[in-house]
């Protein structure tokens, strides 16, 4: 995505942040692809972090506080999530 920059004052969006959630399992996945984040989206699906049928398009707007509440509370229900947050 961004050649290795931080870019700490840019606003996530929701696939970057489903990226991250989703490394913590998967480590890296395949980004050669489009987009960029459909392998991260369909490992999130089989893991009930997001819902199935969800508009992958949405992916692209920006992150909200309800959202990311949403992916927590299921990772927190999940079972590989439990075994990271409590290594």
Do not use: C
Not at 7 to 15: F, I, L, P, Y
Not at 22 to 44: G, L, S, T
Not at 50 to 66: C, I, N, Q, Y
Not at 67 to 87: E, G, M, Q, R, S
Request: no cysteine; proline share 3%.
């Amino acid at each position: 995505g961004n050649n290795g920059r931080f870019m700490a004052s840019k606003k996530m969006d929701q696939a970057e942040m489903l990226a991250v959630i989703m490394r913590q399992k998967f480590w890296f996945m395949d980004e050669n692809v489009f987009p960029w984040y459909i392998n991260y989206y369909k490992a999130a699906i089989k893991e009930w972090i997001v819902k199935p049928g969800l508009d992958m398009r949405l992916f692209a707007d920006p992150l909200t506080k309800e959202d990311f509440a949403l992916w927590v509370y299921h990772i927190a229900h999940n079972k590989w999530a439990n075994a990271i947050l409590t290594k």
